[in-house]
């Protein structure tokens, strides 16, 4: 038998912009003229980072083949085609409390001043319905669990986890053209009055448009509740 050597290979079909764990992996032995150029036989150097390509089972995985998790990996090939993404500002009150995950789909709110001198008014109205979450920050829909950093000498890596990240302060959703659109109008006028609301994973309902929220509005809502109320609370035999 000639020399071998252990060579990192692909325990199951991993898909391209996977991030790659220890479970997708094994070694093997393999003759030392058909090992490949950049190959690994720790499987320690991998796990973590991000298939560039896809990858069949038994296949060994190189060097060039791999991402590190960072602006490599980007979101680029997560948005479907016609759409764009873009990144929209949140905080713990406009962002349900920074409890989005990418992945998750949310409804769009927005607070606009409508009319003009003595006649101007805000009005709040959905502008959008069952928006795909593309990222928050920098944690992306694939699932990378960290952000490897380098320090300022280029020889300590940092890491992060991003499973349970709020420090971010905007999230990429995927939105139509003309939504685009519309959102970079509000982003450069009022980019504090984009509200998010989560919905429930299974529910893809598409409402009719509501009619718009206003001052006018809610208290007249508030009005017809309490004299409802009153109105229950009155005894049965005053009514005969």
């Known amino acids: 038998m000639g020399a071998r050597k252990v ?12 991030t790659i764990y ?20 720790n499987v320690q150097e991998i796990s973590g980072n991000v298939s560039a390509v896809p990858f069949k089972k038994g296949q060994p995985v190189l060097k060039n083949h791999l991402y590190s998790p960072g602006a490599d990996t980007g979101i680029a090939l997560q948005v479907a085609p016609t759409k764009r993404g873009i990144a929209i500002p949140v905080d713990e009150v406009r962002g349900v409390a920074k409890l989005v995950r990418p992945g998750d789909r949310v409804d769009i709110f927005v607070a606009l001043d409508v009319g003009k001198g003595a006649s ?16 928050a920050g920098v944690s992306v829909q694939n699932n ?25 302060s905007t999230i990429t959703i995927e939105a139509e053209i003309k939504e685009a659109q519309d959102l970079v109008y509000i982003l450069s006028t009022s980019p504090g009055n984009i509200y998010l609301t989560l919905r429930n994973p299974t529910d893809g309902t598409i409402r009719a ?32």
């Open 144 to 168: 990378i669990p960290r952000l490897i950093e380098y320090d300022s000498t280029g020889k300590n890596a940092i890491q992060t986890s991003l499973t349970g990240d709020t420090k971010y």
């Open 209 to 240: 448009r509501l009619p718009s929220s206003t001052a006018d509005s809610i208290l007249a809502r508030i009005s017809h509740f309490n004299i409802s109320t009153r109105f229950c609370e009155i005894p049965i035999a005053l009514l005969k």
């Open 7 to 18: 060579v990192v290979v692909a325990k199951e079909d991993i898909p391209e912009m996977s």
């Open 22 to 41: 220890d479970s997708m992996l094994e070694t093997k032995s393999i003759p030392t003229d058909f090992v490949p150029d950049g190959f690994y036989s």
């Open 120 to 135: 101007m008014r805000r009005e709040s109205f959905m502008l959008m319905q069952n928006v795909v979450v593309l990222a």
